[in-house]
């Protein structure tokens, strides 16, 4: 088996081994995967966070031994909470780096950065605190960045750097938790779930106090959040089925 380690900013993990493949997720600096099988020009890998699968270019990522992978995986996380500041390489080359980056890195492989950091589980109400600094990033699907996002990557970062585990897509975030009968029971931070006619959970979104919720539709945006679904503030429609609140802390 061999390993790796993301050495930029992001990189995109596509679901095919082209670069006009689908973007199905992100790496971010300071992200570790296993690499599953290696061709001249892509590797395809399982993410050590979520399991997720993907095609990513050779030229994109630092490879590790089996020690420095397990030495790394056993590290405490510290994700950088500045949306964007850089880090210095050993050749004093500078990497750009956003919001979510883990910085455990800087320690051993040679990395600094002076960005602020979360080394330690937050408390659940500070999830929105977080959730506000991606607002009016533009939607992306595949996107984990404030440069870009989807939905169920908008809630993975959000838990992520406040120190929780998230499954990537909404319909995997859908299985986690405990879910509440009705929205009266819920609380900021607890997840939203929204299905179409068939009955496939398609989106998801974070609940804010007063009927409210964070989510990324076009852009991540703040609307309302009724029985029914979320209300639109600015078409004045609603523009998702709601399914199931979840209580994930």
Avoid at 76 to 85: A, C, E, G, I, Y
Avoid at 131 to 145: D, E, F, V
């Amino acid at each position: 088996m061999q390993y790796g380690f993301c050495n930029l900013n992001c990189v995109p993990v596509r679901k095919e081994n082209t670069d006009t493949s689908e973007m199905v997720t992100q790496i971010l600096f300071g992200d570790h995967f296993k690499i599953l099988e290696k061709q001249k020009k892509w590797s395809r890998i399982r993410i050590a966070f979520d399991n997720y699968e993907g095609w990513i270019d050779n030229k994109q990522y630092q490879q590790l031994s089996e020690q420095e992978y397990n030495t790394y995986a056993n590290t405490p996380n510290s994700f950088l909470v500045d949306l964007v500041d850089f880090a210095v390489g050993k050749d004093q080359m500078l990497t750009p780096l956003s919001i979510g980056a883990n910085l455990k890195a800087n320690s051993w492989l040679g990395f600094s950065s002076d960005g602020e950091k979360v080394s330690q589980k937050l408390e659940k109400s500070q999830l929105i605190d977080l959730a506000l600094l991606y607002i009016n990033t533009p939607y992306l699907w595949g996107g984990k960045t404030p440069f870009g996002i989807d939905c169920s990557g908008f809630t993975q970062m959000i838990y992520k750097i406040a120190g929780y585990h998230l499954l990537r897509d909404a319909s995997q975030q859908v299985t986690q938790g405990k879910p509440l009968s009705f929205i009266e029971e819920s609380e900021p931070g607890d997840l939203a779930f929204f299905d179409n006619k068939e009955g496939e959970i398609i989106h998801v979104g974070i609940v804010m106090e007063n009927n409210y919720i964070i989510h990324a539709h076009g852009k991540v945006r703040i609307d309302r959040l009724d029985h029914s679904g979320i209300f639109n503030v600015d078409t004045n429609l609603y523009s998702h089925n709601l399914r199931v609140i979840k209580k994930i802390i």
